[in-house]
């Protein structure tokens, strides 16, 4: 059984920075995609920045030079680099895995899986406000 776990969330001023972790469990395989999402109130879960399986790493536009993703492989821990955070980054940041592809550039711009993902973390709290 596939299960991730976030950590990492709390509340900065704008301009603060913050590093998610996230660690996946359960794969036979140490080939798998990760992904961070977020859900701001009242709006839908979006796609932030992925890893996928061959490597490749996806940002979305609004986040590219400010969030960075990297990887510890011999915990299975991905980190989610979060600088200069804007009120807008103000959202549930949630962790999920697959064994396929989870993000891929489409005509420039980045699209994520918007389907069920093999799991999913608990989620952790980003709070930007002055």
């Known amino acids: 059984q596939v299960q991730v776990m976030e950590s990492g969330g709390g509340s900065v001023q704008p301009g603060g920075s913050l590093k998610l972790s996230c660690t996946v469990s359960?794969?036979?395989?140490?080939?798998?995609?990760v992904a961070w999402y977020r859900q701001a109130t009242g709006k839908e879960r979006e796609g932030v920045a992925a890893r996928n399986s061959d490597g490749t790493t996806t940002y979305r536009d609004s986040v590219k030079g400010r969030f960075t993703i990297s990887q510890d492989n011999a915990e299975n821990t991905l980190y989610l680099q979060m600088n200069n955070l804007k009120p807008e980054d103000t959202a549930m940041y949630y962790c999920?895995?697959?064994?396929?592809?989870?993000?891929?550039?489409?005509?420039?711009?980045?699209?994520?899986?918007?389907?069920?993902?093999?799991?999913w973390g608990q989620g952790t709290l980003v709070t930007v406000s002055s």
């Open positions: 359960g794969y036979r395989s140490s080939t798998y995609s």
């Open positions: 999920g895995a697959d064994s396929r592809p989870i993000s891929a550039v489409v005509a420039g711009t980045p699209v994520f899986t918007k389907g069920a993902l093999d799991a």
